[in-house]
């Protein structure tokens, strides 16, 4: 929302001016001290509109995280539902998305795809009224269902290792909603209006397995209560121009200016309410002009704090990098066996998490080890090194699922190769070293034919490395207790 006029500020039009020629001029800190000196000689009235500058810039990098995830789906949301008829892709609201096939390696809508399931998804609007969703029986099929809230919460997980491979049914309500269910139907209470249903269905990549999950896909099934048990089709989308399709959601949300930015999050916060636990953010977020179920009031601010929180995102942007930066990391790998998929307050950690890539799961139905440097504490590049991974007899990572290593490059996507190979997984025929070992390697070149199958190919530069470890073990060895860690990649010789 743009800035209003100079001239609703009483008395400081001149000083504003002023100020407005500093900020071009001078660097952050010469201008934090012209601050100082203007609001000295500021009047009573625009003093009493005077958060302060530190505390505004505070203020507003807390707020900024607090809402990236909210913001951030949205955007995911608009990306995956602006056609007017499911495609391979996407789907309307309300309407089932069914990848038919792993993500394109072109596919830049969110990052960190994996290559080992289809994805089964969709994008509800339980303000106004609960969905329900039908589970078709899965039989031994390996599936998750997660039910995600506009924060980034999993509130419910339909699966395999929770509810079991038997058909199911459930009502997605929103929040203060309260009525009669038809019988069967099981409730699950969502605490935002917008809902994310991210599922995912095994497959091991073959045409004929492709084949088996899409006659389970095709099952699924998702309509307003209202129109629960009757014949009903779905209206068409609506096709927004606007929308930008192409451009990678990460790099959307970072283009936007803060008062963009602001606007868009008291927008969502009317049909995806803070929680209780939320309050002390609530009532610092008030004193910025960002108040739940209000549009976003800039006036709140001074006009001179509202100049200086324009640097504002470029600043949250790197305390959520840094965050990634300082966590704590075994052998190289940097993973979370508590408070992702349901954060709490930790509003830092929900924030690298959605910057890394939207869509989180529980660590007890799925833990993402990243990788972002080798063994000496260096950058991985393919253009400069190869790297090798070993596990021990018995000990590659210990799912009771699947497990999966996956190459991607510096922005978190697939990385193209002349052999269409974007991880390596427990369904692949690796080649067993004479001792029971098992080695992995990442470089740009084949490592020759005999050891080919075990080669992940990488770009000719900056690349990262995310395994998946689905249903991970709770016993011994298990990474959720630390009785087993993923080791370290080192430098071929």
Same mark, same amino acid.
């Given at each position: 929302?743009?800035?209003?006029?100079?001239?609703?500020?009483?008395?400081?039009?001149? &000083?504003?001016?002023?100020?407005?020629?500093?900020?071009?001029?001078?660097?952050?800190?010469?201008?934090?001290?012209?601050?100082?000196?203007?609001?000295?000689?500021?009047?009573?009235?625009?003093?009493?509109?005077?958060?302060?500058?530190?505390?505004?810039?505070?203020?507003?990098?807390?707020?900024?995280?607090?809402?990236?995830?909210?913001?951030?789906?949205?955007?995911?949301?608009?990306?995956?539902?602006?056609?007017?008829?499911?495609?391979?892709?996407?789907?309307?609201?309300?309407?089932?998305?069914?990848?038919?096939?792993?993500?394109?390696?072109?596919?830049?809508?969110?990052?960190?795809?994996?290559? *080992?399931?289809?994805?089964?998804?969709?994008?509800?609007?339980?303000?106004?009224?609960?969905?329900?969703?039908?589970?078709? *029986?899965?039989?031994?099929?390996?599936?998750?269902?997660?039910?995600?809230?506009?924060?980034?919460?999993?509130?419910?997980?339909?699966?395999?290792?929770?509810?079991?491979?038997?058909?199911?049914?459930?009502?997605?309500?929103?929040?203060?909603? #309260?009525?009669?269910?038809?019988?069967?139907?099981?409730?699950?209470?969502?605490?935002?209006?917008?809902?994310?249903?991210?599922?995912?269905?095994?497959?091991?990549?073959?045409?004929?397995?492709?084949?088996?999950?899409?006659?389970?896909?095709?099952?699924?099934?998702?309509?307003?209560?209202?129109?629960?048990?009757?014949?009903?089709?779905?209206?068409?989308?609506?096709?927004?121009?606007?929308?930008?399709?192409?451009?990678?959601?990460?790099?959307?949300?970072?283009?936007? *200016?803060?008062?963009?930015?602001?606007?868009?999050?008291?927008?969502?916060?009317?049909?995806?309410?803070?929680?209780?636990?939320?309050?002390?953010?609530?009532?610092?977020?008030?004193?910025?002009?960002?108040?739940?179920?209000?549009?976003?009031?800039?006036?709140?601010?001074?006009?001179?704090?509202?100049?200086?929180? &324009?640097?504002?995102?470029?600043?949250?942007?790197?305390?959520?990098?840094?965050?990634?930066?300082?966590?704590?990391?075994?052998?190289?790998?940097?993973?979370?066996?508590?408070?992702?998929?349901?954060?709490?307050?930790?509003?830092?950690?929900?924030?690298?998490?959605?910057?890394?890539?939207?869509?989180?799961? &529980?660590?007890?139905?799925?833990?993402?080890?990243? #990788?972002?440097?080798?063994?000496?504490?260096?950058?991985?590049?393919?253009?400069?090194?190869?790297?090798?991974?070993?596990?021990?007899?018995?000990?590659?990572?210990?799912?009771?699922?699947?497990?999966?290593?996956?190459?991607?490059?510096?922005?978190?996507?697939?990385?193209?190769?002349?052999?269409?190979?974007?991880?390596?997984?427990?369904?692949?025929?690796?080649?067993?070293?004479? *001792?029971? #070992?098992?080695?992995?390697?990442?470089?740009?070149?084949?490592?020759?034919?005999?050891?080919?199958?075990?080669?992940?190919?990488?770009?000719?530069?900056?690349?990262?490395?995310?395994?998946?470890?689905?249903?991970?073990?709770?016993?011994?060895?298990?990474?959720?207790?630390?009785?087993?860690?993923?080791?370290?990649?080192? &430098?071929?010789?």
């Amino acid at each position: 929302m743009p800035i209003r006029s100079t001239r609703q500020f009483n008395g400081v039009n001149i &000083r504003e001016r002023a100020a407005a020629a500093l900020i071009k001029a001078l660097g952050l800190v010469a201008l934090l001290f012209a601050m100082v000196s203007a609001l000295a000689a500021s009047n009573a009235k625009a003093d009493d509109a005077f958060v302060g500058p530190v505390e505004a810039v505070k203020i507003a990098v807390d707020a900024y995280i607090y809402g990236y995830p909210l913001v951030t789906f949205d955007m995911v949301r608009k990306q995956q539902t602006n056609v007017a008829a499911p495609d391979a892709e996407h789907a309307p609201m309300g309407q089932m998305i069914e990848m038919r096939t792993y993500p394109a390696v072109d596919n830049h809508c969110c990052a960190a795809p994996n290559a *080992d399931t289809l994805y089964t998804e969709s994008w509800l609007d339980v303000s106004k009224e609960p969905y329900v969703i039908s589970v078709p *029986d899965m039989g031994d099929r390996y599936y998750i269902l997660p039910m995600l809230d506009g924060w980034s919460n999993v509130f419910f997980v339909a699966g395999s290792h929770t509810t079991g491979g038997k058909a199911q049914t459930y009502a997605i309500t929103g929040p203060g909603w #309260s009525g009669a269910l038809p019988e069967g139907v099981k409730e699950v209470k969502s605490a935002t209006g917008m809902v994310w249903i991210l599922g995912r269905i095994y497959s091991t990549g073959t045409p004929e397995d492709y084949a088996a999950v899409h006659a389970l896909q095709d099952k699924f099934a998702v309509v307003p209560l209202s129109a629960y048990g009757k014949p009903y089709a779905p209206p068409s989308g609506i096709i927004d121009p606007a929308v930008d399709m192409k451009t990678a959601v990460r790099k959307q949300v970072g283009n936007l *200016d803060i008062s963009d930015y602001f606007a868009k999050l008291a927008q969502l916060m009317k049909t995806n309410p803070p929680t209780a636990a939320d309050a002390a953010m609530v009532a610092k977020m008030a004193k910025i002009g960002l108040i739940p179920g209000q549009d976003f009031d800039p006036t709140k601010l001074n006009f001179l704090d509202r100049e200086i929180v &324009r640097g504002v995102p470029k600043l949250a942007l790197l305390e959520m990098g840094l965050h990634l930066k300082r966590a704590k990391t075994t052998n190289g790998w940097l993973y979370f066996t508590q408070g992702v998929g349901d954060f709490g307050t930790d509003y830092l950690l929900r924030g690298m998490a959605n910057l890394l890539g939207p869509g989180w799961n &529980r660590p007890q139905d799925a833990v993402y080890p990243l #990788s972002l440097k080798d063994a000496q504490g260096d950058d991985y590049n393919g253009a400069d090194h190869n790297y090798v991974i070993h596990f021990d007899k018995g000990q590659l990572p210990p799912a009771e699922a699947f497990w999966s290593l996956t190459m991607y490059d510096g922005d978190y996507f697939f990385v193209p190769n002349a052999i269409h190979r974007y991880d390596l997984a427990q369904r692949n025929p690796l080649i067993v070293n004479a *001792d029971g #070992s098992v080695d992995l390697y990442f470089q740009a070149e084949s490592p020759g034919a005999a050891k080919e199958a075990n080669w992940l190919p990488a770009p000719k530069g900056k690349f990262v490395l995310v395994m998946r470890l689905y249903t991970p073990r709770t016993k011994a060895p298990s990474i959720l207790d630390g009785s087993w860690t993923p080791p370290a990649v080192r &430098r071929a010789k």
